[in-house]
Protein backbone atom coordinates (compact mmCIF):
# COMPACT_ATOMS: atom_id res chain seq x y z
CA UNK A 1 0.00 0.00 0.00
CA UNK A 2 1.29 3.63 -0.91
CA UNK A 3 1.11 6.10 1.76
CA UNK A 4 0.01 9.60 0.25
CA UNK A 5 2.95 12.40 -0.11
CA UNK A 6 1.63 15.83 2.24
CA UNK A 7 1.62 17.28 -1.29
CA UNK A 8 -1.00 15.16 -1.93
CA UNK A 9 -3.97 16.78 0.02
CA UNK A 10 -6.62 19.20 -1.96
CA UNK A 11 -9.13 20.84 0.10
CA UNK A 12 -11.30 21.11 -3.24
CA UNK A 13 -11.91 17.49 -3.31
CA UNK A 14 -13.67 17.30 0.06
CA UNK A 15 -15.58 20.19 -0.18
CA UNK A 16 -17.05 18.98 -4.11
CA UNK A 17 -17.88 15.70 -2.12
CA UNK A 18 -19.95 17.82 0.54
CA UNK A 19 -21.95 19.69 -2.23
CA UNK A 20 -22.65 16.54 -4.23
CA UNK A 21 -23.30 14.26 -1.38
CA UNK A 22 -25.47 17.18 0.61
CA UNK A 23 -27.56 17.50 -2.95
CA UNK A 24 -28.15 14.30 -4.07
CA UNK A 25 -27.61 11.82 -1.46
CA UNK A 26 -29.97 12.54 1.95
CA UNK A 27 -29.65 8.91 2.93
CA UNK A 28 -28.03 8.33 6.54
CA UNK A 29 -25.09 7.00 4.76
CA UNK A 30 -24.82 10.17 2.63
CA UNK A 31 -25.00 12.08 5.89
CA UNK A 32 -22.25 10.57 7.65
CA UNK A 33 -20.04 11.04 4.29
CA UNK A 34 -21.33 14.72 4.29
CA UNK A 35 -20.48 14.72 7.84
CA UNK A 36 -17.16 13.48 7.87
CA UNK A 37 -16.38 15.56 3.79
CA UNK A 38 -17.25 19.06 5.86
CA UNK A 39 -15.02 17.79 8.50
CA UNK A 40 -11.98 16.74 6.38
CA UNK A 41 -12.60 19.94 4.08
CA UNK A 42 -12.59 22.30 7.23
CA UNK A 43 -8.97 20.64 7.72
CA UNK A 44 -5.98 22.86 7.53
CA UNK A 45 -4.36 21.92 4.26
CA UNK A 46 -1.06 20.37 4.56
CA UNK A 47 1.39 22.03 2.32
CA UNK A 48 4.86 20.81 1.22
CA UNK A 49 8.02 22.07 2.84
CA UNK A 50 11.07 23.66 1.49
CA UNK A 51 12.86 21.50 4.01
CA UNK A 52 11.65 18.06 2.20
CA UNK A 53 12.91 19.32 -0.97
CA UNK A 54 16.64 20.02 0.50
CA UNK A 55 16.34 16.31 1.67
CA UNK A 56 15.51 15.11 -1.75
CA UNK A 57 17.70 17.16 -3.27
CA UNK A 58 20.42 15.54 -0.30
CA UNK A 59 19.41 12.54 -1.81
CA UNK A 60 20.00 13.03 -5.35
CA UNK A 61 23.50 14.27 -4.74
CA UNK A 62 24.60 11.13 -2.90
CA UNK A 63 22.46 9.26 -6.26
CA UNK A 64 23.99 10.64 -8.43
CA UNK A 65 28.22 9.70 -7.19
CA UNK A 66 27.44 6.39 -8.60
CA UNK A 67 26.20 7.18 -12.09
CA UNK A 68 27.04 9.21 -14.36
CA UNK A 69 24.54 11.72 -15.79
CA UNK A 70 26.41 14.21 -18.41
CA UNK A 71 24.19 17.20 -18.60
CA UNK A 72 24.88 20.56 -18.47
CA UNK A 73 21.88 22.52 -16.60
CA UNK A 74 21.38 26.52 -16.75
CA UNK A 75 22.18 27.10 -12.86
CA UNK A 76 21.55 30.25 -11.19
CA UNK A 77 24.64 30.67 -8.66
CA UNK A 78 24.50 34.50 -8.24
CA UNK A 79 20.75 35.25 -8.02
CA UNK A 80 19.26 38.01 -5.91
CA UNK A 81 16.24 37.81 -3.58
CA UNK A 82 14.26 40.29 -5.85
CA UNK A 83 14.12 37.31 -8.44
CA UNK A 84 14.00 33.87 -6.49
CA UNK A 85 10.64 32.72 -7.48
CA UNK A 86 11.81 33.19 -11.05
CA UNK A 87 14.91 31.57 -10.18
CA UNK A 88 13.14 28.60 -8.43
CA UNK A 89 11.05 28.72 -11.80
CA UNK A 90 14.01 27.84 -13.98
CA UNK A 91 15.63 25.23 -11.72
CA UNK A 92 12.48 22.73 -11.70
CA UNK A 93 12.57 23.42 -15.59
CA UNK A 94 16.15 21.86 -15.31
CA UNK A 95 15.11 19.22 -13.20
CA UNK A 96 13.13 17.83 -16.07
CA UNK A 97 16.31 17.35 -18.27
CA UNK A 98 17.49 15.30 -14.81
CA UNK A 99 14.77 13.15 -15.56
CA UNK A 100 15.64 13.01 -19.40
CA UNK A 101 19.41 12.35 -19.48
CA UNK A 102 18.70 9.96 -16.08
CA UNK A 103 17.38 6.07 -16.54
CA UNK A 104 17.90 5.80 -12.45
CA UNK A 105 14.20 4.80 -11.22
CA UNK A 106 15.45 6.22 -7.70
CA UNK A 107 16.87 9.57 -8.88
CA UNK A 108 13.74 9.58 -11.55
CA UNK A 109 11.32 9.02 -8.63
CA UNK A 110 13.53 11.59 -5.84
CA UNK A 111 13.11 14.15 -8.97
CA UNK A 112 9.76 13.88 -9.74
CA UNK A 113 8.30 13.98 -6.24
CA UNK A 114 11.20 17.22 -5.60
CA UNK A 115 9.09 18.94 -8.66
CA UNK A 116 5.59 18.38 -6.92
CA UNK A 117 6.92 18.97 -3.36
CA UNK A 118 8.61 22.38 -5.02
CA UNK A 119 5.69 23.60 -7.11
CA UNK A 120 3.50 22.90 -3.93
CA UNK A 121 5.46 24.96 -2.02
CA UNK A 122 5.69 27.75 -4.72
CA UNK A 123 2.08 27.92 -5.03
CA UNK A 124 1.69 29.59 -2.24
CA UNK A 125 3.49 32.80 -3.29
CA UNK A 126 0.86 33.13 -6.08
CA UNK A 127 1.61 34.33 -8.90
CA UNK A 128 4.20 36.38 -8.08
CA UNK A 129 5.45 38.61 -11.08
CA UNK A 130 9.18 39.47 -10.94
CA UNK A 131 10.86 41.96 -13.44
CA UNK A 132 14.74 42.28 -14.26
CA UNK A 133 15.64 38.13 -14.00
CA UNK A 134 17.77 36.46 -16.38
CA UNK A 135 15.58 34.19 -18.55
CA UNK A 136 16.58 30.67 -17.97
CA UNK A 137 18.78 30.60 -20.91
CA UNK A 138 20.47 33.37 -19.99
CA UNK A 139 21.88 31.35 -17.13
CA UNK A 140 25.08 29.78 -17.20
CA UNK A 141 25.14 25.90 -18.00
CA UNK A 142 26.96 23.58 -15.52
CA UNK A 143 27.41 20.41 -14.46
CA UNK A 144 24.38 18.09 -12.29
CA UNK A 145 26.91 18.95 -8.78
CA UNK A 146 26.82 22.61 -9.02
CA UNK A 147 23.37 22.74 -10.16
CA UNK A 148 22.14 21.08 -7.22
CA UNK A 149 24.11 22.98 -4.94
CA UNK A 150 22.97 26.21 -6.43
CA UNK A 151 19.61 24.79 -5.95
CA UNK A 152 19.71 23.91 -2.05
CA UNK A 153 21.01 27.80 -1.69
CA UNK A 154 18.18 28.80 -3.86
CA UNK A 155 15.79 26.68 -1.75
CA UNK A 156 17.51 27.90 1.62
CA UNK A 157 16.15 31.40 0.95
CA UNK A 158 13.13 30.25 0.96
CA UNK A 159 13.29 28.88 4.37
CA UNK A 160 15.13 31.77 5.44
CA UNK A 161 13.88 35.33 3.99
CA UNK A 162 15.83 37.86 4.59
Not at 7 to 16: A, G, L, N
Not at 20 to 27: A, C, G
Request: proline letters at 3%; aromatic letters at 8%.
Amino acid sequence: MKILKPYMRTTSIPCYLCFLLNSHFLTEAGIHIFIWGCLGAGLPKTEANWNDVIKDLRKIEVLIQSIHIDATLYTESDFHPSCKVTTMKCFLLELRVILHESSDVYINETVRNMIILANSSLSSNGNITESGCKECEELEEKNITEFIQSFVRIVQMFIHPS
